[in-house]
């Protein structure tokens, strides 16, 4: 019985590796080199020419995802999309989650009380940095108690 | 399996013979059961062949049977749909008599019995034998499966196995014995 | 039981005496296991069935692939849910990304910390 159990655990941990290596290995399996990319692709995805190969194979799908995008957007958010790219790949992946949290809570705030975003932001800009940090969430600097 | 085909396929043909009493019935049945055996079996341990072979072989017979009872209800049924069925009634005490004469020359006191003969009347007398004991005995005693194997081809319980085994063999002496052989 | 056994051992040696025969029958029965063999199921080859073979021998050759198969087949699920999973994943973020570089505002305004929720603050008066 115990060979049995030993046998059947053995049987199982081998499955169970070629399903994870079977579903870790589909999505990044294929990492795709930069002249791999289609030429339309390189030249949407131009401003990560040089760090292309410093990318992790997920965020390499992740761009190409994006590029696919990319024709179906306005003039000008294709510019802001190109101005940003390098400056979003060199965040580490912990800053890309905080911004995308920051950007999902942001957006849930009514457009008619949050005002013009960009005019928000200046202003918030413009305010002396002690401000700035005391708006900050206390789980990361606790407000000074009064 | 080759090997163990060429070795058990004469035997499963006389198995099926004594079963079915025809021998183009039982040449067909156990072609069957070869191909069955091949196709479902054939990645099979060697060791397990022998079992399966007789598991498939009494089931083929079986299958045999039944065709048979169907055929049989049909010819029944346009026989009595038929007209001058008599005639066949008739005839048959005539056959009948004719063979028992045969098996009456075949009673001969022992001593005049050829080794022939007697394997003859062996074989008659296992054809006669309920067919469970039938497969019971031939499996143990002639395949030599072991009695685990034997209740596994016939699908019963070990107990069985030993009961038909045991009923056989009395059968099967009581029948030699009264046709003058003893072994 | 001895008498048994000796009485089926004569059984045995005649009904076998009358087993070797050779002739149309014989080799009717050549012909069906030729043919038989053609038909035959893969021979054995390869890690499936090394896994039988090993088994068998185990004497859990019924039981391990009963065993076997299901877990297969629920860890082949399981990578499906999974990669499945992934993938979504993988496209909602692909879609706040896309939000995110597009937006009027910079990146900066995202990753600061304090910006949200001075937003938030100034938006409930």
Redesign the interface.
């Given at each position: 019985m115990a060979?049995?159990t030993r046998?059947?655990l053995i049987?199982?941990a081998f499955?169970?590796l070629?399903?994870?290596g079977?579903?870790h290995g589909?999505?990044s399996g294929k990492r795709p080199a930069w002249a791999e990319l289609s030429a339309a692709h390189q030249q949407i995805l131009a401003p990560l020419k040089e760090t292309w190969e410093q990318i992790v194979p997920?965020r390499r799908?992740?761009w190409i995802?994006?590029a696919k995008?990319y024709p179906k957007?306005?003039p000008k958010?294709?510019e802001?999309?190109q101005r940003?790219?390098e400056?979003?790949a060199k965040?580490t992946p912990e800053?890309?989650k905080?911004?995308?949290e920051?950007?999902?809570?942001?957006?849930k705030?009514?457009p008619d009380?949050?005002g013009d975003?960009?005019q928000?932001?200046s202003e918030?800009q413009s305010l002396p940095p002690q401000e700035?940090?005391?708006?900050?969430?206390p789980k990361?600097?606790p407000a000074p108690a009064k | 399996m080759s090997a163990f085909l060429e070795g058990a396929e004469r035997r499963a043909f006389k198995q099926a013979v004594y079963a079915v009493r025809e021998e183009q019935a039982a040449l067909d049945i156990v072609q069957d059961a070869m191909l069955r055996l091949a196709e479902k079996y054939g990645d099979r341990p060697a060791a397990e062949m022998p079992m399966l072979f007789q598991r498939i072989l009494q089931n083929a017979i079986r299958d045999w049977f039944r065709r048979q009872k169907v055929r049989s209800l049909w010819v029944t049924l346009f026989s009595s749909l038929l007209p001058g069925r008599g005639e066949d009634d008739d005839q048959d005490p005539l056959e009948t008599l004719a063979a028992a004469g045969v098996s009456n020359t075949e009673e001969l006191p022992p001593d005049r019995l050829e080794r022939k003969q007697v394997i003859e009347i062996i074989e008659q007398e296992v054809s006669k034998l309920p067919a469970r004991q039938r497969e019971a005995f031939l499996m143990r005693y002639w395949e030599e499966l072991d009695v685990a194997e034997t209740a596994q081809a016939m699908g019963c319980s070990e107990g069985s196995v030993k009961t038909h085994c045991s009923r056989a063999t009395h059968t099967l002496a009581a029948a030699l014995r009264a046709r003058g052989i003893t072994l | 039981m001895d008498n048994e056994l000796q009485f089926a051992h004569r059984v045995r040696q005649l009904l076998s005496e009358n087993a070797r025969f050779g002739g149309p029958v014989a080799e009717r029965l050549r012909a069906a296991r030729n043919a038989a063999l053609e038909r035959r199921k893969a021979e054995p080859a390869g890690g499936h069935v090394v896994v039988g073979n090993v088994a068998g021998r185990m004497g859990v050759g019924g039981l391990s692939l009963r065993v076997i198969v299901p877990v297969v087949a629920l860890v082949v699920a399981f990578a499906a849910t999974y990669t499945w999973e992934q993938k979504q994943r993988a496209a909602e973020v692909e879609e706040l990304d896309a939000l995110l570089l597009t937006s009027d505002l910079p990146i900066d305004a995202y990753l600061d910390r304090g910006f949200e929720a001075w937003l938030k603050k100034r938006a409930a008066f």
């Amino acid at each position: 019985m115990a060979e049995k159990t030993r046998r059947f655990l053995i049987a199982a941990a081998f499955a169970l590796l070629a399903a994870a290596g079977i579903a870790h290995g589909a999505p990044s399996g294929k990492r795709p080199a930069w002249a791999e990319l289609s030429a339309a692709h390189q030249q949407i995805l131009a401003p990560l020419k040089e760090t292309w190969e410093q990318i992790v194979p997920e965020r390499r799908h992740n761009w190409i995802g994006l590029a696919k995008r990319y024709p179906k957007m306005q003039p000008k958010e294709q510019e802001r999309m190109q101005r940003r790219m390098e400056h979003w790949a060199k965040l580490t992946p912990e800053q890309r989650k905080q911004a995308r949290e920051n950007y999902r809570r942001i957006s849930k705030v009514p457009p008619d009380k949050r005002g013009d975003l960009k005019q928000q932001w200046s202003e918030y800009q413009s305010l002396p940095p002690q401000e700035r940090q005391g708006a900050a969430p206390p789980k990361s600097k606790p407000a000074p108690a009064k | 399996m080759s090997a163990f085909l060429e070795g058990a396929e004469r035997r499963a043909f006389k198995q099926a013979v004594y079963a079915v009493r025809e021998e183009q019935a039982a040449l067909d049945i156990v072609q069957d059961a070869m191909l069955r055996l091949a196709e479902k079996y054939g990645d099979r341990p060697a060791a397990e062949m022998p079992m399966l072979f007789q598991r498939i072989l009494q089931n083929a017979i079986r299958d045999w049977f039944r065709r048979q009872k169907v055929r049989s209800l049909w010819v029944t049924l346009f026989s009595s749909l038929l007209p001058g069925r008599g005639e066949d009634d008739d005839q048959d005490p005539l056959e009948t008599l004719a063979a028992a004469g045969v098996s009456n020359t075949e009673e001969l006191p022992p001593d005049r019995l050829e080794r022939k003969q007697v394997i003859e009347i062996i074989e008659q007398e296992v054809s006669k034998l309920p067919a469970r004991q039938r497969e019971a005995f031939l499996m143990r005693y002639w395949e030599e499966l072991d009695v685990a194997e034997t209740a596994q081809a016939m699908g019963c319980s070990e107990g069985s196995v030993k009961t038909h085994c045991s009923r056989a063999t009395h059968t099967l002496a009581a029948a030699l014995r009264a046709r003058g052989i003893t072994l | 039981m001895d008498n048994e056994l000796q009485f089926a051992h004569r059984v045995r040696q005649l009904l076998s005496e009358n087993a070797r025969f050779g002739g149309p029958v014989a080799e009717r029965l050549r012909a069906a296991r030729n043919a038989a063999l053609e038909r035959r199921k893969a021979e054995p080859a390869g890690g499936h069935v090394v896994v039988g073979n090993v088994a068998g021998r185990m004497g859990v050759g019924g039981l391990s692939l009963r065993v076997i198969v299901p877990v297969v087949a629920l860890v082949v699920a399981f990578a499906a849910t999974y990669t499945w999973e992934q993938k979504q994943r993988a496209a909602e973020v692909e879609e706040l990304d896309a939000l995110l570089l597009t937006s009027d505002l910079p990146i900066d305004a995202y990753l600061d910390r304090g910006f949200e929720a001075w937003l938030k603050k100034r938006a409930a008066f």
